[in-house]
Each structure stands twice: as C-alpha cells, then as structure tokens.
C-alpha cells in the first residue's frame, strides 16, 4: 500500500481518485471546516487536519510520517504567479501557501510529488515562472514532468483544464498522460437524474430511472440512493428569463429587458446535452455565473448533476451549507484525471519493485 498526504485537500478529488487504485491518505489538510468535514466522511482513515496551512509546524505535524509517505499532493495557490514580471516565487508573501507545499516536501522526500494549479503557472511570463518551480525542486533531488490536461481526454464530462507538475525523486522523470477517451457528453452524465424543477429536490432520494449510458453506470457503482440532488429556487425574474431560452441557446435571445451586466462567460445560456460541459465552477447553481442552466429545464444543475460532471461517484457526499457543496465540486480535481495520474505512478512504483527482485 502507498502511502499519501494530500494538503490544500478541498473535499479531495484528487485523493479519491488515487485511492480507487490502492493509494492510502495517511494525512489531509484543510483550512475550510465544513469541507474538512465532508473530506473526512468521504475519506475514512485518513486524519484530516482542519487548520491554516500556515500555522502548522512541519516537523512536529508531519515528524511522524518521515520515511512512511511515498507521494505528496495538492493544489496551493499561488496569486503571486499572475503579477507580469514577478521573479521570485518564494519571496512573494502572496505565495507562501506554495512555499509551504515546497517545505513539506523537502522535509519528508516522498518518491514522488504532484502540485496542480491553474494552466497559468506553466504559461505566465514566457514560462519563467515553470523555469523556477522546476530548479526549486531539482535542487533536493526531483525530475519533473509538466503538462496542461484537459479533464475531457479522461473520460470526464466536461472541458476543464488545468496545469499539473509531477515530480521523481530520482531517477528518469515520469511522463503525465494525455489521455485518449472518448468525449463524454452532459447528457451521458445527468439523464438518469429525476428531472426536477426549480426548488424541488430532496437530500436523499431513490432513483427513479434506469442508468442511460456507460458514464451513468459507473457513477452508480456501490450507490444505493441519490445523494445532494436539490434544485436551487430560482426567483420569478430568473424563471422569466430561463423560460425565453430554448436548448442550446443563451442570452442571444433575450430581449433588451431581460439583459444583465453579467461578466461570465456563457451567463444565461443552456448547456449543451450532447457536447462535454464548460468548466465547473463554485457558482455552479447561478445561471447568470456561467453556461450552468439545465439542457431543458428552467433552473441551474444540483450538486449531484456538477459532481456527476466532475466525475465523482453518486457514493461520494457532499455536506455542509449549499455553498459549501458547492465549493467542494466546483474546486476539485476531477477523480477520472487523478487516477489517470495515479496509474502513471503506480506502474513506476511496480517497475521499480519488479526491477529489485531481478536484483535481489
């Protein structure tokens, strides 16, 4: 079994995903308690550590797992990327949440290491910012691979990019996977869901309809009941507005009246049933936040329709308040990519085993 530690863990895509391949959490950490919480529920054995990252003392908090953990994972934010000409990563106070992922990992030297982030922080810069993560590391001994995936090349529903560093200590670097799935549309995803309408919805339910697609089928594996799907109650404005679109339209079609100063892209505006979806975000049940209104009906999608989108389980729960819920999808790596990931690690791991044995 190998051992893990996943920080800035958010209710834990990327855990669950190297969990369905054996990988085991030993230690999460979350600042947020309500999805430290719903990550505890949804990962048991793992000790999740409900507290800012930054008050944490490494030798005291992670002491213990020195020599026990084989891979290190998270996403830490890094606002300090974005700034035009910004040079030194680590004396950016913006980007300490990174400097403590990079502490943690220096301090306990796992065979293997994987940072996911915006595309951004590969890009910025003429690629400046990629040139120093990447000599931070290799100065403690990584090799590192580097790639922007989109979530659709694995099977996930949904058009998500985003920018992933995996690191070896040792050794020939790992390659990233590409991913070669076949697209899985919005409609693979969510047409077995009970078609409610605004407001309706309960937090546990049974199913109503048989699984449509493969997609359905393996989402429905080991779930027993429907879980998070609720509707959000649209204001009599918002159903006026949704009424006036018809499938795979948005705005475009709105009268002047009905016109908002929205920034979002894809404000008002259907998803499209048989095409993959738009990225997931945290306002995921706003139709004026983005391409988020129901294929046909007059409301946003549930949790349970995101997380379907973002490829978790209907096993997996999510709780705490509705933002919240919300969060904890919208924020998530998708679990199809992680296990991707995971699968790349897993045969380095088995190589390396079979080449000892040899050996030995």
């Not at 300090?80 to 990992?105: A, M, P």
């Not at 697209?183 to 109503?208: C, N």
């Not at 008002?268 to 095409?275: G, H, K, L, S, Y």
């Amino acid at each position: 079994m190998l051992n893990m530690i996943d920080l800035f863990s958010g209710v834990g895509g990327l855990s669950y995903g190297f969990e369905t391949l054996g990988f085991n959490v030993v230690v999460a950490n979350e600042i947020d308690s309500e999805i430290a919480t719903a990550y505890e529920n949804n990962h048991k054995g793992a000790k999740v550590i409900n507290e800012d990252i930054t008050k944490l003392d490494i030798a005291s908090v992670f002491g213990e797992q020195k020599g026990r953990v084989q891979l290190i994972v998270g996403g830490p934010p890094c606002q300090g990327f974005s700034q035009k000409g910004s040079r030194n990563i680590l004396g950016d106070e913006r980007n300490f949440l990174f400097r403590y992922y990079f502490d943690v990992v220096k301090f306990l030297k796992p065979q293997y290491f994987l940072i996911e982030n915006v595309p951004n922080i590969l890009t910025a810069n003429k690629g400046s910012f990629k040139t120093e993560i990447y000599s931070l590391f290799e100065e403690i001994g990584y090799k590192m691979d580097s790639a922007i995936l989109n979530a659709s090349n694995f099977g996930v529903p949904q058009i998500r990019r985003r920018a992933f560093i995996l690191g070896k200590l040792g050794g020939s670097p790992l390659t990233l996977p590409m991913g070669l799935a076949e697209p899985v549309s919005v409609w693979d995803a969510i047409s077995d869901l009970a078609f409610l309408d605004s407001g309706e919805g309960e937090f546990v339910q049974d199913y109503i309809y048989e699984p449509q697609s493969m997609y359905q089928i393996r989402m429905r594996e080991q779930g027993e009941k429907l879980y998070n799907h609720v509707a959000t109650k649209h204001s009599a404005l918002a159903m006026e507005r949704m009424q006036l679109i018809p499938p795979e339209k948005g705005r475009e079609v709105l009268p002047n009246e009905h016109l908002t100063k929205s920034i979002y892209s894809g404000t008002w505006t259907r998803m499209v049933r048989n095409e993959p979806s738009v990225t997931i975000t945290t306002r995921f049940d706003t139709p004026s936040s983005g391409k988020f209104t129901h294929p046909f009906l007059h409301r946003a999608i549930t949790v349970r329709e995101a997380a379907r989108i973002q490829s978790f389980p209907d096993h997996f729960i999510f709780s705490g308040s509705k933002t919240a819920q919300m969060k904890q999808v919208g924020n998530a790596v998708p679990p199809l990519l992680a296990k991707a990931i995971a699968e790349v690690i897993l045969k380095d791991v088995q190589k390396t085993e079979s080449v000892e044995l040899i050996e030995n």
